[in-house]
């Protein structure tokens, strides 16, 4: 298994899986099969692709630890800017082909609709953890700072989900179950940490890590 994960060629063919869903709707596209309404197709699509990369990006670290599999940590970035790069053919749609570039319209729009406002919110939270995802960023920012930015993807699927959620109106089935992912993965998350809290203070109370002449 170990080979199969470090292996350049499986970080190859993952890529090009992850590509499969834009090309699907690129194939779509020039061959009419993108129904009545084209732009709805896309921004649905692209809508669901950003939430499961996201979902998928936010399992890896569970993954890893439960099936003792640190190699799976060499996907995580790709996959974080997978999430990122449907959610920019997603916002790009809705700039684009929805609203035309007229900014004074999508500022309207993102006061005025809820689930655009709370979309827009977690592009916002997504653009800092893209820009530093690359090693250069982590040297500068420092483990320990770089980190604590880039827990920031929970908040964003937070975002997503409840995007989602008031999006949707009557049939709320799908977004549960993304809020029910999202949801396990955090507390899966703060159990991992509040443990990892414990143990650390639990070593610093013990005898190991006390002085050598405790002051009477
Ligand atoms: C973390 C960020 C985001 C996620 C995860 C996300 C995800 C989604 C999902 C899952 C849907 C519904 C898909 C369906 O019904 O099958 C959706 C719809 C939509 N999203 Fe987003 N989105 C995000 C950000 C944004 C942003 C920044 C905008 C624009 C400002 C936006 C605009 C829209 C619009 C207009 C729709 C409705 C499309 C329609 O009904 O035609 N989204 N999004």
């Given at each position: 298994m170990r080979a199969l994960l470090t292996s350049k060629w499986t970080k190859v063919a993952v890529f090009f899986i992850c590509l499969i869903p834009l090309g699907a709707l690129v194939w779509r596209g020039f061959n009419h099969g993108?129904?009545?309404n084209p732009v709805e197709f896309i921004q649905l699509t692209t809508g669901d692709w950003t939430l499961r990369f996201l979902v998928i990006t936010l399992s890896i670290t569970p993954f890893r630890k439960m099936l003792n599999l640190?190699?799976?940590?060499?996907?995580r970035r790709m996959l974080g800017l997978f999430a990122f790069s449907y959610l920019c053919i997603h916002f790009l749609t809705y700039l684009?082909?929805?609203?035309?570039?007229?900014f004074a319209a999508i500022w309207k729009d993102i006061a005025k609709r809820p689930f655009i406002t709370v979309g827009f919110l977690g592009f916002l939270l997504l653009l800092p953890l893209a820009i530093t995802s690359t090693a250069g960023w982590i040297r500068r920012l420092g483990g320990k700072r770089w980190q604590m930015l880039h827990r920031a993807i929970y908040f964003a699927a937070v975002a997503g989900v409840i995007h989602y959620y008031w999006k949707v109106k009557s049939d709320v089935r799908m977004p549960l179950f993304y809020g029910a992912l999202v949801g396990i993965l955090l507390l899966w998350r703060l159990r991992d940490w509040f443990f990892k809290r414990r143990s650390a203070t639990g070593a610093k109370l013990s005898p190991q890590h006390a002085p050598a002449n405790p002051a009477p």
């Open positions: 993108l129904g009545a640190p190699d799976l940590i060499r996907f684009f082909l929805d609203q035309s570039f007229d």
